[in-house]
């Protein structure tokens, strides 16, 4: 169902009139760059004139003359029946889901019109286009140099610093190493820190692919149940006695939304200092507040001496590639030697936008929140159609976690061999496999919230919804139908 601005929403979108010049190009002028940042999406049904004009409190003629305009310039379509209808140019491009590793096999393609559920990243944060547009006179000051900056270009690396220091983790820019994303940021740790046959603690369920490049870097994965309150951590310390790292997605952890208390936070960090043991904290999703502000402080608070990646991916786009790491300083020059040895540092550009919206923004900008929480809410709607489903609604992030029916729940325990999370394929070292067997932990199902164009505010009625997420574990656990 495309969706629908109502004259007063569009009237508050726009504003005043602009004093010089004739107001039917102001008013088109305006939508349009409402339109180029992402604020209108495609599709996009306009007020009708009537209800504009008394919205706004302009003439029939300038809005009449205003949508004319946007319809010459191509962002705008006369629909009969259904009004005028807002265009990207172009059109949206279909795609750009993050690829999942081979090994954990293929998805199979939805269906034709059927929403998929299963990326849980969401689109381009509204006025990031206008940060691009913007970014173009600063990006002339640097062409004049060679334009590599393999630690990442100073603005950004300022950037980042105030922002961990805003949070509570006072950080100077020299601390900070910019990557192409959390992914990379994470590979150039382990590279750094991480010799062949080093045991590194994971949680499990985890991220697959952050597994994926820990295993790649010769790093021995060894996994403990998700991480939850003190008390579950006991059996942490003898894990940790023989290992190098530990892995932790503290913040609306993926796949589960677990979020990680102070008082848990501070004991972890305890056991790693007690251990020799160098944190890795992933924070991806950590400045996903949805409903309320934070009210834990990041790892880094806790443990002053860890390594924490971080990415603008989920907070303003993947699209962006730009993700970032802060260590200890006596960390920091082992990580950017081997930061050297992936690549020579990102696009400039990107960086100056990435700069910009994070001192705009800080972490996820309103509007971005306001469109994640619809998503979320719109997929929550679905509930009613799996009625056996008992979902826990995480404070933020991308996943909503549930525990499936039995049935589906045979299935998936059916296809893991023995003793392996069907998540992330983890084998659990023998004391935690024991550990999950007695307390009959299970690694939770989880459905990736998606935030897709089509889920924004409503889904649309008669399509096909398909939730499975899980096809990353070999196994599809459901489809809902004639949503
Ligand atoms: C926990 C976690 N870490 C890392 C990543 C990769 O992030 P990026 O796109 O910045 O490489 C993701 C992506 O979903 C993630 O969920």
Redesign the pocket.
Known sequence: MAPTLSAHRLASMVGSPADDGPAYRWLADTIRVLVSDGRLVHDTRLPSERDLVSALGLSRTTVTRAYGLLRDQGYAQARHGSGTRVVVPGGPVAGGG?PMPSALGALSAPPAGAIDLTC??PPAAPGLTTAYADSAPRLAGYTSGAGYFPLGVPELREAVAERFTARGVPTAADQIIVTT????A?ATVFRALVGRGDRVVIENPT?P??LATLRHSGGRPVAVPVLGDVDGMSGLRSTLASAKAMLV?PDFH?PTGRLLDDAARARLAGEWRRAGVVGVV?E??AELWLDGTPDVLPMAAHSPDCVTVG?A?KTLW?GLRV?WIRAPHKLIGAIATARLTLDLGGPVQEQLVTASMIREHGGLPEDAARSIREARDAVLGLRDLLPEWSVTVPRGGLLLCGDCPSPARRRWRERRRPGECAWCRARPSRSTATASRRSSARPTPCVPTSCATPCRGSLPPGTTCVVNGFNQAGTTFGALTNV
Do not use: C, P, Q, R
């Open positions: 993050e849980a990243a994303g959390a992914l990379a994470l991220y692919n952050s997605v993926n992933d991806t999703i990415t991916s993947g993700g």
